[in-house]
């Protein structure tokens, strides 16, 4: 069974909406961290955003908000008023270990490719 | 600072060679990883570190090294190449906070093709 899953391949939004990018996970861990990455057409990852399992509050960077259902088991990035530059491919990721025991390990969704239209 | 480098970009590779890909931080951060990208499937980790002298093995670590003799560099070995290893690999490093790891901050990556 996949452990993060990003159900849409592709979307589209219009500049200066908000939009909002699925992210499912499945865990047994009680200590587990949550994270969306974007990588632009030119390759490279980088960090957006993230979320403990233990935060009580939703995070927030700027633009990038995290919508966190604990129950539910989901972390969907919403981004609010799009810009031409939002467009890229987007990964949510989740962060699984035992606490203390030193083998904590990353895992991908397949990502979602956003594209903002002007 | 860098940050995350790698090196090489880009690689060819015959079946059956064998090579190192280099990976430095410094931002002395205790943990590191290594990833292959391919179309699709998004990234799938190959190996980890969570300090010095500690390595352990990730989702898809057949095939590939590591070693980690210090806490700034962390090498993937390739030991015989095959064209299934054909990717886009990626390096990664975070900070540890509360003995957990924190965002990753990744390099660049290398474009390797094997023939």
């Known amino acids: 069974a996949q452990k993060i899953t990003q159900t849409q391949p592709g979307m589209f939004v219009q500049e200066k909406e908000a939009v909002t990018l699925d992210c499912t996970y499945d865990t047994s861990d009680q200590s587990y961290g949550l994270f969306w990455y974007k990588q632009p057409s030119s390759g490279e990852m980088i960090f957006l955003i993230y979320q403990g399992s233990y935060d009580e509050q939703n995070a927030t960077e700027g633009r990038y908000s995290l919508n966190f259902q604990k129950a539910r088991k989901s972390a969907n990035l919403v981004i609010s008023a799009s810009q031409l530059g939002d467009s890229a491919m987007y990964f949510c990721a989740m962060r699984e270990g035992v606490l203390f025991s030193g083998t904590y390990k990353y895992i991908f969704g397949t990502g979602t490719r956003l594209k903002v239209l002007a | 600072n860098a940050g995350v480098t790698q090196t090489p970009k880009f690689q060819v590779l015959k079946t059956g060679q064998s090579m190192t890909l280099q990976c430095a931080q410094d931002m002395n951060h205790e943990y590191m990883s290594w990833y292959r990208q391919d179309p699709g499937m998004g990234l799938r980790l190959i190996h980890y570190s969570v300090g010095a002298g500690i390595t352990d093995q990730g989702e898809v670590p057949n095939g590939y090294n590591v070693s980690r003799s210090t806490t700034e560099d962390f090498p993937l070995r390739l030991l015989s190449a095959a064209p299934s290893q054909t990717s886009v690999y990626f390096c990664?490093?975070?900070?540890?906070?509360?003995?957990?790891?924190?965002?990753?901050?990744f390099g660049p990556g290398t474009r390797l093709t094997v023939t």
């Open positions: 990664a490093s975070s900070a540890v906070r509360d003995y957990e790891p924190l965002e990753q901050y």
